[in-house]
């Protein structure tokens, strides 16, 4: 469907919307759905136009989604919503050629499906894959249709034209690449080097991160840009500490002693019950969970950083608070940095004139902290 790709407005052509329609989706929802999905991406609102328009096109690629040594949390998150949206229908209009958890044939017919759509679009279809890759002992330890999983996600994602890993299992190895790593779990990109992998971490995987990797793809004909993991920077770019909504906490020296104490109850931050937001890198708190209404922060869990790699053995013990948070300079403790960033404040707020207040609010803050020390 031609459409005006340099609408400044992002104004949407009316057959796009009266298709979306047809479907049971709003046109108020969809064009909200574009302008976030144009958000998240990080593109202008011109863009929008040519967004709707890749979604409608009927050259959408197939899909083959693998999932080998991993707990289904990303295929439960893909499903778990309990109303169809924009983002399901887009991923069920793509031709999804193979998923074990989802599809009806099983054995050796499932089988002949996935290797009769890898040599029918070879070079073509993007290729999903879920959990790590237990390579140790020739591949063992997961083996489907009588073949390793070693063995298939090379082949599968050798022949595709991209793929996208899923999850921190896929992505770095996760929890099965845990010491002492008994299965010699890796990830999807250290099974097949010479691949195109985007990684999308996290447990699970957040659906739209998905779908917007895939418009981006349907869109321009490539995925989108990445960090030196992998990951795509629209997703990625940015540490969860710098959007939390408990950040203006944070900054006040105002935190959660205890899970229920007053401070929690409050909404204050959650450095010293075990965040590790500091130090991880994703934008749960802008894109959320369940349709954008929670993420764990939000309520009233810290962050365990499923998104960066060796999760388990570097941010594990989860309620052990970090003992340094790199970026902030040589501060060690978050009394530290709540009483460096509430002074500097103090000052700025000095200069209008009203630092008397605030010096107030300051002391209590300390007294606090000598209390504790």
């Not at 959650?270 to 590790?276: F, P, R, S």
Request: one cysteine or more.
């Amino acid at each position: 469907m031609k459409v005006d790709e340099t609408s400044p407005d992002g104004t949407l052509p009316e057959a796009i919307l009266q298709a979306w329609e047809a479907r049971g989706v709003g046109r108020r929802d969809f064009i909200k759905y574009c302008t976030a999905l144009a958000a998240t991406l990080a593109l202008p609102p011109a863009l929008i136009p040519r967004l709707a328009a890749a979604m409608e096109a009927d050259n959408r690629p197939p899909v083959i989604w693998l999932e080998f040594q991993g707990c289904t949390g990303d295929t439960e998150a893909l499903l778990r919503a309990n109303q169809p949206t924009v983002a399901e229908l887009i991923l069920d209009r793509l031709s999804v050629e193979y998923h074990e958890t989802i599809m009806a044939a099983a054995g050796a017919q499932a089988e002949e499906a996935k290797w009769a759509a890898v040599e029918k679009y070879k070079g073509q279809y993007i290729a999903v894959v879920e959990g790590s890759i237990p390579a140790g002992d020739g591949g063992v330890y997961c083996c489907v249709g009588g073949d390793s999983a070693l063995n298939i996600v090379r082949k599968v994602c050798g022949n595709a034209a991209a793929t996208i890993a899923v999850g921190n299992c896929a992505s770095f190895g996760g929890i099965p690449a845990a010491a002492p790593n008994p299965t010699g779990a890796i990830s999807v990109q250290q099974a097949v080097p010479g691949a195109t992998v985007i990684n999308l971490p996290g447990c699970p995987l957040n659906a739209d991160n998905l779908t917007a990797t895939i418009v981006h793809y349907l869109t321009f004909g490539r995925l989108p840009a990445v960090d030196g993991l992998n990951r795509p920077f629209f997703a990625y770019g940015k540490r969860i500490h710098d959007n939390c909504e408990r950040r203006s906490h944070f900054d006040a020296g105002q935190y959660a002693e205890a899970f229920g104490d007053d401070g929690h109850r409050r909404g204050h931050c959650l450095y010293k019950l075990g965040c590790k937001g500091p130090e991880t890198f994703h934008n749960c708190p802008t894109v959320r969970y369940n349709e954008g209404q929670s993420w764990p922060v939000m309520a009233g869990h810290g962050c365990i950083g499923c998104a960066e790699p060796h999760f388990w053995d570097t941010m594990t013990p989860f309620y052990r608070r970090l003992p340094a948070v790199p970026g902030f300079g040589v501060e060690a403790t978050a009394d530290k940095i709540g009483l460096g960033l509430a002074a500097a404040t103090a000052l700025a707020f000095g200069a209008h004139g009203v630092a008397s207040a605030f010096r107030k609010g300051d002391a209590m803050e300390s007294d606090k902290v000598k209390k504790e020390e």
